[in-house]
């Protein structure tokens, strides 16, 4: 286990710079030790979904710890107790940290970065900065509240010009300055306090446009700065939406004000009075002016200055998926995993009356509560609102009740919900990276574009009127034709492919039926699956048809249950969105694209997307084939599909697949242009481990796959054909295990007995073949070490050898490839020479053939030389 660690209880700075470490390391684990800070907390209550990380608690103390990477401390006695204990025999430890004064640094590393400096963030994020890495909006966000916090908004004297530079990178990068001033926590000063205290203590409100106002008036002899920061102070104690301060200080009143609503201009207010400011905070202030002037003053300019906030309909998401109070258990986890919802409202006589989740329906399944009502697991204690509610009150609702999701009812009727998507997105005012993939029951938009010209131009004259033809055949049978999958894909990216893939809408049996009439086909039904393969004798062309079905899966891993559907659902089942638009073939509409979900933009952008959440743990050979397509277009896996790519091999999906399935696919991986490539993104992923499980991918490992690669750029493809870059890959990956570990992998992918035999013998050879072979050598020489071997078998050796090296391999193969012994065998041996069957009659076959194959004799010289073997022997 590798665990990145801070101090208990920890703030904003500890969690940020364990959040730039796991960057930096990402096969770290990051673990909390204690409660976070209460505003960290609160920052976690909304952003959840957004940081993985588990709680000191939570670790099994009998679990090995190899490395550690310390933040924001260097000091044993900061950690949790636990955790302390158990890195106390951990030799690689990393520290950053920005506490420099030894006394207290008590945890020894050669590996610090400890410097004098404002925040450890600002060192990790620095070092992302040189690594060229990307981070995203709430990334930067969070890591800027960790800097601002412990700079104390850079005033504090341990802040240098590398916080300051590294902050300004961070705003670039999205960093969000409103949530940063929402959670930054600052101490106050003993007089600070006090002004604190009777500002809350003359806390006064009013009304304007049902927006309350709190006013706080104090008075001082002398000047106290930080009038501004006591004004957050006062906002996020009272947890009020606006809270404007007014102190007298001498001769001089200080104007402040704050505001968590986007419904008053706080900023262009105070600009009216002499002051300014931004939307959420300003300020002004008056000399030699009466206290009761300046609030007269103040009330009039905010008056002008009221804005239309965000509220719940604005925001929320309509209509609502729900399922009925007497549905089943397991009808209602069917309905959350085709759409891909985690929450949904349960409906009883048109009213709300609870609220289920996902992962109370799996618990019920596992207590086997299948046939159970789900009004009986549901969730009565209901938190709602109104379409007119706030953001910000929904926001501290969630919060404080603990919720990811809030029905929105409008006299009694449910009219939509708002998710935590929902509230993070109207923060950020941008599109952030969703918690879920757009579930098929959003508004899609249909995209419909007309490539009739396209098909005409790329596609063969034959082939352009057999499509024609079959959308006719559609027409006749009032069956929607459309052909789907990477046949569409290739057309808009212009790459060749005639493997033909159609749909209809209807009986596709019946449809490949009607096809007898007018072509000489033969038909392979599938009547499971709705399915036909239809072979066009005359035009050497194979058409798989479907029928239009949604695929949903009774476990994962499993083959799918099918269910008659339309196009559009049809096409969301598909594995990726390069994969799920269709071009109708009917007449009317022929050469018509449909995109129902932005796919030929994915296309165009080189983007692999999933259309749902659960769409590698129902398939997770779809793992193998997002590599596959990722490396073959070099187009690059989405972030939201990576992430749900990882947690299935990190959660043991592919294990739940068949061998043969899994080794299908992994055949299809290896036999693309560039398979080494593919194989570095699947270690990258740490799916190797999880399909060989004794395999570790290591950089020897990856030089060896280089070199057999190369090798293979050496025959033309008429030779390639006869090897199985599968096995060659196998004897690289397995050459470690144990027979016992042999014998598991052998069961699961079918490895045939010849070929382990092959392996174990080639295990011997491959690390001293190097030592021997070179240039001058005979062939000879060299079959006695390796002998006559499959392709796979040469490929492998290959991986130990250097170039000049392989072209002496390669000389040898074609040479024993095409020397054969055409006069003396093993029966000739026996009849004419008096041989008793044996391994004599195999050495003096070999002696011959090798004398052959280094040109000594030729095929007339062999029963002369058999002669001459025979005389010295006697």
């Known amino acids: 286990m590798k665990i990145i660690i801070s101090h208990k209880d920890p703030d904003f700075d500890s969690f940020a710079s364990s959040v730039a470490a796991k960057k930096l390391y990402p096969d770290f684990e990051i673990v909390i030790s204690g409660t976070p800070n209460k505003n960290l907390k609160e920052f976690l209550e909304i952003h959840s979904e957004f940081f993985t990380y588990i709680l000191e608690s939570q670790i099994d103390e009998s679990e090995t710890i190899e490395e550690v990477i310390i933040v924001d401390t260097a000091s044993k006695e900061r950690l949790g107790r636990k955790i302390a204990k158990m890195i106390e025999n951990v030799e690689k430890i990393v520290v950053y940290d920005h506490h420099p004064e030894m006394k207290l640094n008590t945890i020894s590393s050669e590996n610090s970065f400890i410097r004098e400096i404002g925040s450890t963030t600002t060192i990790l994020v620095k070092q992302i900065m040189e690594k060229h890495l990307n981070v995203d909006q709430i990334e930067a966000t969070l890591f800027s509240i960790g800097i601002y916090e412990d700079t104390g908004n850079f005033v504090y004297s341990s802040t240098t010009p590398e916080d300051l530079k590294v902050a300004a990178w961070l705003l670039e990068n999205g960093a969000n300055l409103t949530l940063i001033n929402d959670f930054v926590s600052l101490e106050l000063t003993h007089e600070q306090q006090e002004l604190l205290t009777e500002l809350l203590n003359n806390l006064k409100s009013f009304s304007l446009n049902d927006i309350d106002i709190y006013l706080a008036i104090a008075e001082r002899e002398k000047y106290i700065g930080g009038v501004n920061y006591i004004t957050s ?22 104007v402040v004000g704050r505001s968590s609503s986007d419904e008053i ?72 995993d085709i759409t891909g919802h985690n929450g949904l409202p349960v409906i009883e006589g048109n009213k709300l009356v609870g609220i289920v989740v996902k992962r109370d329906v799996i618990k019920a399944l596992k207590h086997g509560l ?43 009727i449910l009219t939509g919900i708002i998710t935590k998507t929902d509230i993070i997105r109207s923060l950020h005012n941008v599109e952030v990276k969703k918690l879920q993939i757009k579930s098929m029951t959003s508004e899609e938009k249909l995209r419909s574009y007309d490539i009739t010209n396209k098909i005409k131009k790329q596609l063969p004259k034959r082939l352009l009127n057999l499509l024609r033809l079959l959308g006719n055949i559609g027409d006749e049978l009032k069956m929607p034709v459309y052909l789907v999958g990477g046949f569409v894909r290739d057309l808009l990216l212009g790459v060749e492919n005639y493997d033909i893939d159609i749909v209809v809408e209807g009986n596709a049996i019946k449809y490949a039926h009607k096809l007898k009439e007018y072509f000489n086909v033969k038909i392979i039904e599938h009547e499971k699956f709705g399915t036909a393969i239809v072979i066009f004798k005359d035009y050497d062309l194979r058409v798989d048809i ?168 050496l025959f033309d493809e008429k030779i390639l054909k006869k090897m199985n870059r599968f096995y060659a890959v196998m004897y690289i990956f397995l050459e470690y295990y144990t027979d016992e570990d042999l014998a598991d992998l052998r069961n699961k992918y079918g490895l045939s007995g010849k070929s382990i035999k092959e392996m174990k013998e080639l295990w ?111």
């Open 764 to 874: 011997k050879i491959a690390p001293v073949l190097p030592s021997f072979f070179g240039e001058g050598m005979k062939f000879c020489d060299i079959y006695k070490v390796v002998g006559k071997r499959t392709y796979e078998g040469y490929h492998y050796l290959s991986a130990y050898l250097n170039d000049t090296q392989q072209k002496i391999l390669k000389e040898y193969i074609s040479k024993v490839e095409e020397t054969k012994l055409t006069k003396v065998n093993g029966k000739l041996l026996i009849e004419r020479y008096g041989f008793k069957p044996g391994k004599e009659i195999k050495g003096i076959l070999e002696e011959i053939y090798c004398a052959k194959l280094d040109g000594v004799i030729d095929d007339k010289d062999e029963e002369n030389y058999l002669r001459k073997i025979i005389h010295g022997r006697n």
């Open 546 to 713: 479907a029928t239009a079905r949604i695929e949903y899966y009774e476990a994962p891993a499993e083959l799918p249950k099918v269910e008659l559907s339309t196009i559009k659902k049809d096409l969301y089942r598909r594995d990726f969105s390069i994969n799920a638009m269709a071009i109708k073939l009917n007449p009317i509409e022929f050469g018509k694209l449909f995109d129902f979900f932005g796919c030929r933009e994915d296309l165009e952008k080189g983007v692999i997307r999933v259309l749902y959440n659960l769409s590698f743990i129902e398939d997770p050979t779809r793992i193998l084939r997002a590599v596959r397509f990722e490396q073959r277009y070099n187009f690059n896996i989405e972030d939201r599909t990576k992430e749900l790519l990882k947690d299935a091999v990190e959660n043991g999906y592919l294990e739940k697949v068949t061998g043969q399935r899994l080794r299908e696919e992994f055949e299809k991986l290896l036999n693309e242009p560039n398979p080494l490539k593919a194989i570095r993104r699947l270690a990258e992923f740490n799916v190797i481990i999880h399909l060989f499980p004794k395999t570790y991918y290591t950089t020897l490992m990856d030089e060896k796959l280089e070199r057999m690669f190369n090798f293979s750029n």
């Open 233 to 254: 102070k006062l906002l996020e104690i009272t947890g009020y939406d606006v809270v404007i301060s007014v102190v007298r200080m001498g001769r001089r009143i200080y």
């Open 265 to 336: 201009d706080i900023g262009r207010a105070m600009f009216e009075i002499g002051g300014g400011g931004h939307k959420k905070a300003g300020s002004a202030n008056f000399k030699d002016v009466e206290i009761n002037e300046v609030i007269k003053k103040l009330i009039s300019s905010l008056k002008k200055n009221l804005t239309p906030i965000l509220r719940a309909r604005d925001i929320m998401s309509s209509p609502v998926r729900t399922v009925l109070s007497d549905m089943t258990v397991e009808e209602v986890n069917k309905i959350m």
């Open 370 to 412: 299948n046939h159970a009502p789900i009004k009986s697991i549901m969730s009565t204690k209901l938190v709602v609102v109104e379409p007119k509610t706030p953001v910000s009150e929904i926001r501290r609702l969630m919060v404080e009740k603990g919720v990811g999701r809030i029905p929105v009812i409008d006299g009694g």
